[in-house]
């Protein structure tokens, strides 16, 4: 049987092993940022449909060291036959590469090394070379140096599967879906209680959570996987994941409104709306123009989850005014939210000092390249 590394942001490999674990894929090694499992290609085709943690699924074909190119063109060329995921020569190809603590620096030059070797093998088989096609390429090669240790693999998803599709406009410093997917599930949210987020921006928080709580498949409205051009790619199997997704999806009693996302920004807002009715669960959010500071009362009797991704200095306002919106935070749920959890997504320490509250939970994960914290608030 095939091994898959699922591969996410540095800090979720947890929840990613938990959720692959709930699709009933067998784990086999858990990282940071990724986890591998043992399946058949259903299972694959499984977890690019299903999963709304995971970026990406890789098929990994080859490791070995490399300090220079030809390690790369050698190893590459004698030690794997790349030609067989070409339908014809016809087909598209890219390569992805990254390279970090090695002595192999160049990520160009290793995407390049590693092209040449395929476009050798393939002209050997077929007498003409594939084209190279980064926008919409057939099939994707990634090739990942860490630590002079290379690990080459078959890109099974395509584009990143973080990309639902529903959030077609820009906001600011919006949380990537696959990020909030998983930060909901450090929650430990039951599914019931009501969410709120304060600064909802344009709605990643509580439009994830609506499509979890409809039972809604990321994968299912996509359209198209880098494996449905491969050679071995089997319809019949893939059609029953997809049949599968979508009797997992549950009718939703929407008479108790239960997602709640307020902001400051009525752009941000409105830009929220619309990607909640992309997402069809707009009849399930309510959105409103509030600034932290200036919440009345608590939108719902029922006590739930407050999330919260405030703005970070780096990227936003200054420091300054960062920390006054931290402490408008703390008071407001100091006052309206008592006996809820809150959850603070905080990308800085003298931040998350200003809310004079003190954590009982907290998980590093990194947004954007910002190692951040995940921080659980009993609010008394
Ligand atoms: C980092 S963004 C949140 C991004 C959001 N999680 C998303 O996925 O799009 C921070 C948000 O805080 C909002 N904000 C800033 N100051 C605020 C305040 N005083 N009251 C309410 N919202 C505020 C900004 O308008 C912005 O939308």
């Excluded at 858990?30 to 085709?45: L, R």
């Excluded at 902001?263 to 997402?279: E, V």
């Excluded at 008071?331 to 959890?341: A, E, N, S, V, Y």
Aim: hydrophobic fraction near 40%.
């Amino acid at each position: 049987m095939p091994k898959f590394i699922a591969v996410s942001s540095k800090g979720l490999g947890p929840s990613l092993a938990e959720e692959l674990k709930g699709l009933s894929l067998k784990v086999l090694e858990q990282g940071e940022s990724n986890v591998t499992f043992d399946s058949n290609w259903a299972g694959c085709y499984k977890a690019n449909l299903r999963s709304r943690v995971a970026t990406g699924i890789l098929l990994p074909v080859l490791d070995f060291p490399a300090y220079q190119p030809e390690d790369i063109y050698n190893n590459a060329i004698k030690k794997h036959d790349f030609t067989k995921y070409f339908r014809s020569i016809d087909d598209t190809f890219t390569i992805q590469a990254t390279t970090s603590d090695s002595k192999l620096r160049d990520q160009r030059l290793v995407a390049m090394t590693l092209k040449d070797a395929i476009v050798d093998q393939c002209y050997k088989k077929w007498d003409a070379r594939p084209s190279i096609d980064n926008a919409k390429p057939k099939i994707i090669f990634s090739i990942r140096i860490f630590k002079n240790n290379t690990s080459i693999a078959v890109v099974t998803n395509g584009a990143s599967l973080s990309q639902r599709g529903y959030r077609t406009e820009r906001t600011e410093a919006p949380l990537r879906e696959h990020l909030a997917a998983g930060l909901i599930q450090l929650t430990d949210w039951d599914g019931e209680a009501p969410i709120v987020d304060l600064m909802c921006g344009s709605g990643t928080f509580l439009i994830e959570a609506a499509l979890m709580k409809r039972g809604v498949s990321p994968g299912v409205d996509r359209g198209a996987f880098a494996f449905q051009h491969y050679p071995s790619f089997d319809e019949e199997a893939f059609q029953s994941s997809v049949d599968e997704a979508l009797e997992a999806e549950k009718e939703v009693d929407i008479e108790e409104p239960m997602f709640f996302g307020f902001d400051i920004s009525s752009k941000a807002l409105d830009i929220a709306k619309r990607n909640a009715q992309r997402a069809e669960v707009d009849d399930m959010i309510s959105f409103a123009r509030v600034p932290v500071s200036a919440h009345k009362q608590c939108p719902t009797e029922k006590k739930g989850i407050v999330l919260v991704n405030p703005p970070y200095g780096k990227r936003l306002e200054d420091l300054h005014t960062i920390q006054d919106i931290y402490r408008d935070l703390a008071f407001i749920l100091k006052r309206q939210f008592k006996g809820w959890t809150a959850w603070i997504l905080s990308g800085d320490k003298s931040s998350t000092a200003a809310l004079g509250l003190k954590n009982s939970k907290s998980y590093t994960v990194y947004n954007g390249g910002i190692e951040c914290r995940w921080l659980r608030y009993e609010i008394r």
